[in-house]
C-alpha cells in the first residue's frame, strides 16, 4: 500500500530561522500536494506540484518536486510566528483520493 | 470560492446516541466529497469517499453500518455516527472536490469534534 513519510516530525525553531519539511514516497507520485493545518483548524490547500523537478514558490515558502517524482520539500524561509501548525504534504490514490503523509508539526519561538 | 460548510463544530453526547454531521459546499458543486477523522496529534486518515446519488466507499477497516453516510445533492453529504462509543471521540473533518474540475484539490470544512461520554 501506499506509503508516505515526513521528516521530521516535529521541528522547533527560533523565528526568523529557516524550515524545511521532507515528503518521500516509496512509489513514484503522479503529483504532490501540500497542505497546512493550524492548531485547533482545518487542512489548508497551499500547492500542487506535477512536473518532475518542479520547483515553486510562495512568498516565504518554497516547493520542490523530485526529479524521480517520489519525494518532495516545503522550505520557509526566516519563519514567522503565524508560520505554526502542522504541514501535510498528500498524494493521489486512485481517481480523486489524497492519502495524506504523517505530517511534520512545526513550532516558532518569539 | 470553494468554501465548505460543516457542522456542528462541536458535539457531546452520550454513549450509545447517534451523531449526524452535515458537510456542504457553499459556492460549487461537489460531485464528490470526502470524510477523513483525525484523532490527536495524527494524520487525517481517510474513512470514506462519498458520491453524489451513490453508496459511499469505505475505506479497509471503517465499518458502514457505524458511519452512515449520504450524498443526497451535489452540494450535500452527511456522515451519521450510529451508537457512539467513547472510542469514536475524534475530530471529523470532510473535504469536498469542485465537480469537473481538473485539479484534484480538495477544500476542507472546519471539522467536527465529537466528544462521547
Known amino acids: 500500500g501506499q506509503q508516505v513519510m515526513q521528516i521530521p516530525q516535529y521541528q522547533h525553531v527560533q523565528e526568523g530561522e529557516d524550515f524545511t519539511t521532507y515528503c518521500n514516497s516509496s512509489?513514484?507520485?503522479?503529483?504532490i500536494q501540500w497542505y497546512k493545518q493550524r492548531p485547533g483548524g482545518h487542512p489548508v490547500f497551499l500547492i500542487q506540484?506535477?512536473?518532475?523537478?518542479e520547483v515553486k514558490k510562495q512568498k516565504r515558502l518554497t516547493f520542490q518536486f523530485g526529479e524521480a517524482k517520489k519525494n518532495s520539500s516545503l522550505h520557509i524561509t526566516a519563519t514567522q510566528t503565524t508560520d505554526v501548525g502542522t504541514y501535510f504534504c498528500a498524494v493521489q490514490t486512485g481517481a480523486n483520493n489524497l492519502f495524506f503523509g504523517t505530517g511534520t508539526r512545526l513550532t516558532v519561538i518569539p | 470560492g470553494a468554501v465548505v460548510s460543516q457542522h456542528p463544530s462541536r458535539v457531546i453526547c452520550k454513549s450509545g446516541t447517534s451523531v449526524k454531521i452535515e458537510c456542504r459546499s457553499l459556492d460549487f458543486q461537489a460531485t464528490t466529497m470526502f470524510w477523513y477523522r483525525q484523532f490527536p496529534k495524527q494524520s487525517l486518515m481517510l474513512m470514506a469517499t462519498s458520491n453524489e446519488g451513490s453508496k459511499a466507499t469505505y475505506e479497509q477497516g471503517v465499518e458502514k453500518d457505524k458511519f452512515l453516510i449520504n450524498h443526497a445533492s451535489l452540494t450535500l453529504s452527511t456522515l451519521t455516527v450510529t451508537s457512539a462509543h467513547p472510542e469514536d471521540s475524534s475530530f471529523y473533518i470532510c473535504s469536498a472536490i469542485v465537480a469537473a474540475s481538473a485539479k484534484n484539490i480538495q477544500y476542507f470544512g472546519a471539522g467536527t469534534r465529537l466528544s462521547v461520554l
Open positions: 512509489t513514484t507520485l503522479s503529483n
Open positions: 506540484l506535477v512536473k518532475s523537478g
